[in-house]
């Protein structure tokens, strides 16, 4: 069964510096996301990401974050300067199409020291 | 505000006993309702949704859930709880007519007794 994969499983950075990680969705889903689970907190929406553009996104998603597919499998995400309210568990989805199942990657933990 | 709410933080269950997680949603029109599962160290994997129709929906590993407009909730539930299914359980919910986004609730961590 098709699965959305995240590299890598853990990162630790140093707050302001750059991090990117890195999702590959399922090969024939369109729509792309990422959400973040601070530790002891839910699940939050950062952003949608369709047709090599940005469809939706939260207040959370501010000009330090920014998204990208740069080829045909990869999706990222690019925080620039990273500070420690970041750390948390960032999983990118995959879903056909707007208001279809979303399905979920293992996520990436992000500890910022 | 639209919201999800689990109200149960951390459920018990004897091992062969029955299951049922609590959920309800804040939202004026019916939304799109999903359950996922996350074990630990694990993604969130989807047991089962609800976009319309038949309001008692079957998933994997032998959940179902139920869908009450008037109760605002869809609560899963599983007759008989093995070890294995010791996880945390998520609700959420797709509200919005064009958005993408999903909101969740908070969880329920799930602990099974031998």
């Known amino acids: 069964e098709p699965e959305v994969t995240q590299t890598p499983s853990h990162q630790v950075t140093q707050m302001g510096q750059e991090v990117i990680l890195r999702c590959v969705p399922i090969?024939?889903?369109?729509?792309f996301y990422w959400y973040r689970q601070i530790l002891g907190q839910k699940v939050e929406f950062l952003v949608s990401f369709y047709n090599n553009e940005i469809s939706e996104k939260s207040e959370i998603f501010d000009d330090q974050f920014s998204v990208e597919r740069p080829d045909g499998s990869n999706f990222t995400l690019k925080i620039r300067s990273t500070k420690l309210e970041d750390s948390a568990m960032y999983f990118c989805?995959?879903?056909?199409?707007?208001?279809?199942?979303?399905?979920f990657g293992p996520g990436t933990r992000l500890l910022v020291l | 505000a639209q919201s999800v709410t689990q109200p149960d933080i951390h459920i018990t269950v004897s091992e062969g006993a029955s299951l049922e997680l609590r959920c309800n949603y804040s939202?004026?029109?019916?939304?799109?309702l999903f359950w996922y599962v996350q074990s630990p160290g694990q993604g969130l994997q989807l047991l089962l949704k609800y976009f319309s129709g038949d309001t008692l929906v079957q998933g994997i590993k032998g959940f179902e859930a139920e869908f009450k407009r008037s109760q605002s909730s869809f609560n899963l539930r599983k007759p008989s709880v093995h070890w294995s299914d010791a996880a945390e359980y998520f609700c959420?919910?797709?509200?919005?007519?064009?958005?993408?986004?999903?909101?969740f609730g908070k969880g329920t961590t799930l602990s099974v007794s031998s």
């Open positions: 090969s024939n889903h369109l729509y």
């Open positions: 939202y004026g029109a019916t939304p799109y």
């Open positions: 959420a919910a797709l509200m919005n007519q064009a958005g993408t986004a999903l909101i």
């Open positions: 989805a995959s879903s056909t199409g707007v208001r279809e199942t979303q399905y």
